[in-house]
């Protein structure tokens, strides 16, 4: 386990060092941890690895992916290793081992969902890692926990994506995301309110009286355009376990 203090690492420039980014996502194009994190971290730094958790875990199942990956971290031996845990796919005692194989690495733990995982989850996961970084801009309940070296990040953007296209608003209001929870019902009362309304997404077509304003999965492109095009973007806060 490490003990650290807060301090602030800049990006602003190029960092002569090596980064190694463990990732449950991190070889799927669409998503942002290889579509956005990967370019960013290869310009960034001189030597980048990637190590796709999701891949070992399907391909070779827990107990390999933990092994390989403890291999590739005693032979990369990086200055900084990145760490974005989705479930248990590493295990605490992997992350322990660490110290063992890389004495000088940085292990750094960037956890998305503390709204709803830092109480069963992210605080027993915190006491591995050197620098803690969070999608939460208040990190007072890190601080409660004795954790001092907890940060908040909104996420890397890449403006070949994320950009303003100066394109017409055609729609009042758009979502996308799958209908988890009471979505449908929110998305049923603004259609039929009057609202110029479209949802994207997996799994609205299990909702026959929403199929005038479904328009299927996006693909990347076309959701930064849909952004543009729309008013107001929803964001739903209810997860699954919510």
């Given at each position: ?118 109480e069963d989850w992210s605080r027993y996961y915190a006491p591995f890692f050197n620098y803690i970084l969070t999608s939460e801009k208040d990190t007072s309940f890190y601080e409660r926990e004795g ?54 997404g997996r799994g609205w077509e299990k909702y026959p009286e929403l199929n005038e304003v479904y328009g299927g999965f996006l693909e990347t492109d076309k959701y930064v355009d849909l952004i543009n ?14």
């Amino acid at each position: 386990m490490h003990k650290a203090t807060k301090t602030n690492i800049s990006v602003n420039t190029k960092i002569p060092k090596s980064l190694m980014l463990a990732a449950w996502a991190s070889s799927l194009k669409e998503h942002y941890q290889c579509r956005d994190w990967i370019p960013f971290f290869n310009k960034k730094f001189s030597k980048f690895t990637n190590f796709s958790t999701r891949d070992y875990y399907f391909r070779y199942g827990i107990e390999k992916l933990n092994k390989h990956f403890l291999e590739l971290v005693k032979k990369e031996k990086p200055d900084y290793l990145l760490i974005s845990l989705s479930y248990d796919e590493i295990w605490p005692k992997t992350l322990e081992e660490i110290k063992e194989i890389s004495a000088n690495t940085i292990v750094i733990g960037f956890f998305g969902d503390d709204n709803w995982r830092f109480e069963d989850w992210s605080r027993y996961y915190a006491p591995f890692f050197n620098y803690i970084l969070t999608s939460e801009k208040d990190t007072s309940f890190y601080e409660r926990e004795g954790f001092n070296n907890a940060q908040f990040l909104h996420g890397v953007s890449q403006s070949v994506f994320h950009k303003d296209k100066k394109i017409k608003q055609i729609y009042d209001m758009t979502f996308v995301g799958m209908p988890i929870r009471d979505r449908a019902d929110y998305i049923k009362y603004l259609k039929n309110k009057g609202f110029k309304l479209r949802v994207f997404g997996r799994g609205w077509e299990k909702y026959p009286e929403l199929n005038e304003v479904y328009g299927g999965f996006l693909e990347t492109d076309k959701y930064v355009d849909l952004i543009n095009e729309t008013k107001i973007n929803l964001s739903f806060s209810k997860t699954l376990l919510e």
